[in-house]
């Protein structure tokens, strides 16, 4: 399992525990929201980012309610008042979501080394009430921590939220929700790359910011291999061989679009120091070949998922979605 | 194997440019991210820094590996910048 999106591995975990397949939940996600500041600079949080439509699908496609107990109006103090009291009476089958700044717990892991790390993570209370469980599934850490811990790195003004949801009950998702939410996510064009071209362009000029605007670049990346999870959910539902087919193929080009990141950012620290222009037009032509490799996966998805429509017999229902896409010139092995 | 940089220099290096400070002996074993706490983007100005000023380059495929390497897999893998 690799990290992709941190409140969607929080949410999925009790999916995981039941029946029902996570993998399309992670339709979309390789293009989930990040933020591009007034100052081009790129970062996977914000607190303009809601994920109200996000969450809203969890509950049409698995019958769970995701609710905010985290209140934006309310203070910070009565917010971790809020939570403390919550998980004294919470039900075991009732699972606690926080935001908070993984930054400042520097005996977790932090693979970015961020200053500031808002990330969500999953709370349990233990026997002992000054010590709570931290699970985080988006880096397959379980652990326990000084209450007073947690809440200090829930403290910072960097981040602010939390969600609570029952999981006793999970509904496995029917096919034409699952369909719907695969169009609803499907974006024609590649929001990450056209955003580090914006960074690139606005910091063309005077490029010493141009590191420090795209550091976050590599945490949003990695949600390419959202891509993954849709590849072997289609798939699996039309019958194809994982192992025998063109599969690995599909996941070695996914895996390029996310190092290529790394190339682009990579040519950007350069083009701050050297200030050459051969420099800049070589992480154009990268960002042509990003464009590129991604139309091609996404082609190749829509493909799938055509002929998964057909097999279920909903075809009618997004011809029209297929109609408005480039039509693929891959041919699934 | 001839390395083009010996622990030392890189040592060196790695403190003068990234303004940090390491242990008196690096040892190749060591990985960069999680023994060194060198993060994703101080490597990839480390790695500018050496081909601009010492001309030594890392293969584009092996960037994204970078943070997982250890200090010998690093070393062993820089190469001679080709002059075109």
Aim: hydrophobic content about 40%; some cysteine.
């Amino acid at each position: 399992m690799i990290k992709v999106h941190c409140l969607v591995s929080c949410v999925c975990e009790v999916i995981k525990r039941s029946d029902a397949d996570h993998r399309p939940y992670y339709f979309g996600i390789w293009d989930a929201d990040f933020a591009l500041t007034s100052e081009f600079v790129l970062s996977h949080h914000a607190a303009h980012i809601s994920h109200e439509a996000m969450l809203d699908w969890y509950r049409l496609l698995y019958g769970i309610t995701v609710q905010s107990w985290y209140d934006p109006s309310r203070t910070k103090a009565a917010n971790l008042v809020n939570l403390e009291q919550f998980m004294k009476i919470k039900r075991p089958e009732q699972s606690v979501i926080v935001m908070l700044d993984l930054a400042r717990l520097p005996e977790r892991e932090n693979k970015f080394h961020h200053e500031v790390f808002p990330h969500y993570v999953m709370l349990e209370p233990t026997d002992d009430e000054d010590r709570w469980r931290m699970l985080d599934p988006d880096f397959r850490y379980e652990g326990e921590f000084d209450r007073t811990r947690i809440l200090q790195a829930v403290d910072q003004p960097t981040v602010a939220g939390g969600f609570w949801f029952d999981g006793s009950q999970v509904k496995l998702p029917d096919t034409e929700t699952v369909s719907a939410y695969f169009m609803s996510g499907l974006k024609r064009h590649h929001p990450l790359t056209e955003a580090v071209e914006q960074v690139i362009l606005h910091h063309a000029s005077s490029p010493e910011r141009l590191p420090d605007a795209l550091k976050q670049l590599p945490v949003i990346a990695i949600r390419k291999y959202a891509y993954e999870h849709a590849f072997a959910y289609f798939y699996e539902r039309l019958g194809i061989d994982l192992v025998a087919s063109d599969f690995d193929d599909w996941c070695d080009k996914i895996e390029r679009l996310v190092n290529q990141y790394t190339i682009i950012q990579h040519r950007a620290i350069k083009y701050s120091m050297t200030r050459d222009r051969t420099d800049l037009l070589d992480i154009q032509q990268w960002l042509v070949a990003q464009t590129t490799l991604e139309d091609d996966i996404k082609r190749q998805l829509v493909d799938l998922f055509s002929r998964f429509q057909q097999k279920e017999g909903e075809t009618d229902a997004t011809r029209t979605l297929y109609d408005q896409l480039p039509a693929s010139s891959t041919v699934i092995r | 194997m001839n390395l083009l940089l010996d622990y030392t220099s890189f040592r060196q290096i790695v403190e003068e440019q990234l303004e940090v400070t390491l242990r008196q002996a690096v040892m190749g074993g060591e990985r960069l991210r999680d023994d060194l706490q060198l993060d994703s983007m101080r490597l990839l100005q480390l790695l500018v820094h050496l081909e601009l000023e010492h001309g030594y380059v890392l293969a584009d495929e092996q960037l994204a590996q970078l943070p997982q390497m250890t200090v010998d897999q690093l070393l062993q893998s820089l190469a001679r910048k080709e002059v075109v």
